[in-house]
């Protein structure tokens, strides 16, 4: 116990149980267990809305294709870990593959001056409102995510963005929340679960596999 792992974690390095193995052995063989666990869990839940979602994600590129192709530009935006992945929805987008520059798309969640600003002197609710009505033209994309489906200044964006005449596509979890709501979006994908790790590492492979079918309809 001098040094090393030892030293730090000694109760890892306890003495052997009833069935021969330390508690390292114990905690390592639980957590190989868990990890197991989690990996089928997305991987049934990414096959279950590809099967009942596909046709909707077809539709859904086929629309924010058309956006592109008339010189529309996408909008995406959420909180948390969601606001990562608006910024990871729009680098799919903007990135080159085989298209030239890339295609417009802007994480609203990257402006940090708006919503620092909007956010103090005005309220957190509109600091997606607030662009996409400045911002935002007839044709152009609104896609928002949030795990619940009920984050307000998501569901503010949205409208905001319904207003201008945008298409709008949401991402959600579980039973869709408010953003399941007739009127609220046209194009929704609901990941129907109750883990935020489930429903966001699905909705990765949601606006992945979107990102590519737009990409694909510029290719052929």
């Known amino acids: ?12 390095y306890a003495a052997t149980g009833a069935s021969g193995a330390s508690a390292a052995d114990r905690v390592l063989g639980e957590v190989a267990r868990s990890t197991r666990e989690k990996v089928a869990e997305i991987d049934a839940l990414r096959l279950r809305v590809a099967g009942e979602q596909a046709e909707g994600l077809a539709a859904c590129a086929r ?5 592109f192709r008339s010189g529309g530009r996408l909008f995406a935006f959420g909180n948390g870990g ?4 608006a910024q990871a929805v729009a680098a799919s987008f903007m990135r080159p593959d085989g298209l030239g520059a890339g295609l417009p798309a802007v994480a609203l969640t990257a402006d940090v001056a708006a919503l620092t600003a909007l956010s103090n002197d005005v309220s957190f ?3 997606f409102a ?3 009505a400045a ?16 984050s307000s200044n998501v569901l503010a964006g949205l409208a905001a963005a319904r207003r201008v005449g945008m298409v709008t596509v949401g991402l959600a979890g579980g039973d869709g929340g408010r953003m399941a709501e007739p009127g609220t ?8 679960s109750s883990s ?3 429903i966001q590492e699905a909705q990765t492979s949601v606006y992945q596999v979107l990102a590519e079918l737009v990409r694909e309809t510029f290719r052929v």
């Open 1 to 12: 116990m001098s040094g090393g792992l030892e030293s730090l974690y000694p109760f890892l």
């Open 63 to 67: 629309a924010v294709a058309d956006s």
């Open 135 to 150: 911002m935002g033209r007839p044709g152009d994309v609104a896609f928002g995510l949030s795990t619940s489906g009920g």
């Open 130 to 132: 607030r662009p996409l």
């Open 125 to 127: 609710e509109v600091v």
């Open 82 to 85: 969601s606001s990562t992945d």
């Open 196 to 198: 935020v790790h489930r």
């Open 185 to 192: 979006v046209d194009h929704l994908f609901v990941m129907p």
